[in-house]
């Protein structure tokens, strides 16, 4: 055991609840592992060593165990320890970006946030931060490709790799399009359309010259039907669902590709309508929705899957949406 860890970052990251919830088993990236036990804290406290694919672990109590990991994944003691990936989200300034990114930090992720508010970004990395999370705040506007490169750069410089992709930034000013609002369709084209592309051509260079990486995009359920209001926006989204698929069907087996559609989820999306009618309209319609977080799971669950296994397709809407 090498004793002088503390300061590195851990490889894998691990957390496992007994379906009681009373037992808690955690990996954290410092190496240690701890137990907690109802409102016990830390009941003991280990340490993980990992040397190519094999494990060896022991704690305060002088309990030792060692196994051995295949591909990405180790299930030691009914514990699942997942390599720690750095994660880019666009558009983490708030809902679906902000949920993913505390998300996969609690898990063990480092994660670098891009978005243009980055007030909200600062507060954010704070925040994980605090929890023991590893972040990192860059300004970013997808609508500029070399905004996206100097995120995909300042990721780089901070944690020289770049593992997945949470390519989510979006706007929905919804409206009919007899309205004519011709800036607001360009603004959907040039975020949802032209952000996701620049997102990818930022990172997927990267990703094939490190021979694995992931990108995950933020889909609707307006990418598989289109609504009256939403033409000009279920059209970004068929575009977004149509390059990721093509993307997954270029990709070698080294680069996973996920599309996650969300159907009605809290976050401030509907807030870029100024079409009276649409927004109206949306009241009744976003009246049943899911949290974030519902979304950062089914993400999580991508990102957190073994690398012999490409989540394409999750579709997540609140019970009650048809
Ligand atoms: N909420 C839903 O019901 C729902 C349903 C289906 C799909 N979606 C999709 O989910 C994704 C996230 O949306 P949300 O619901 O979480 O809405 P949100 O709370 O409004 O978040 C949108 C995010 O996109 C960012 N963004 C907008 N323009 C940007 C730009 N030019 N460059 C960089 N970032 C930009 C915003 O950050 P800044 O303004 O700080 O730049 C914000 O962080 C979108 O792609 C949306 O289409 C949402």
């Known amino acids: ?25 955690e990996l954290r990236a410092d190496g240690r592992y701890v137990e907690a036990r109802g409102d016990r804290e830390a009941a003991y406290v280990g340490r993980y060593e990992v040397s190519g694919d094999h494990v060896e672990y022991v704690d305060d109590t002088g309990f030792t165990a060692d196994g051995g990991f295949r591909d ?56 994980i931060e605090v929890a023991g999370g590893q972040a990192l705040a860059v300004p970013l506007d997808v609508t500029d490709a070399a905004s996206a490169r100097q995120f995909a750069e300042a990721a780089l ?6 593992d997945v992709l949470v390519a989510n930034a979006g706007v929905m000013p919804l409206s009919p399009l007899a309205a004519g609002l011709v800036e607001e369709w360009d603004r959907m084209i040039d975020v949802n359309v032209r ?68 159907g009605v989820t809290d976050s401030e999306l509907a807030s870029t309508i100024t079409d009276a009618s649409a927004a109206a309209a949306m009241v009744a319609y976003r009246a049943d929705s899911v949290p974030a977080d519902a979304i950062a799971r089914a993400v999580a669950y991508a990102v957190d899957e073994r690398p012999d296994v490409d989540v394409n397709e999750v579709v997540v809407r609140p019970v009650g949406q048809r």
């Open 1 to 25: 055991m090498n004793e002088d860890t503390t300061t590195t970052t851990h490889p894998y990251v691990g957390l496992w609840v007994t379906p009681d919830g009373r037992i808690r088993h």
């Open 72 to 127: 990405d994944v180790l299930h030691h003691a009914g514990m699942v320890l997942h390599r720690r990936k750095v994660v880019l989200v666009t558009g983490a300034s708030s809902g679906i970006g902000r949920a993913t990114a505390l998300r996969l930090a609690a898990a063990g992720h480092p994660v670098v946030l891009g978005a243009r508010r980055t007030d909200r970004l600062d507060t954010l990395v704070a925040e």
């Open 157 to 162: 410089a901070r944690f020289g790799r770049i």
């Open 195 to 262: 952000g996701l592309l620049h997102s990818i051509a930022a990172t997927l260079p990267t990703m094939l010259a490190q021979g694995t990486g992931h990108v995950v995009t933020i889909a609707s359920v307006g990418a598989f039907e289109v609504s009256p209001t939403a033409a000009v926006y279920c059209g970004t989204k068929y575009a977004a669902r149509a390059i990721t698929e093509g993307l997954r069907q270029e990709s070698p087996r080294s680069v996973r590709v996920t599309t996650v559609s969300p």
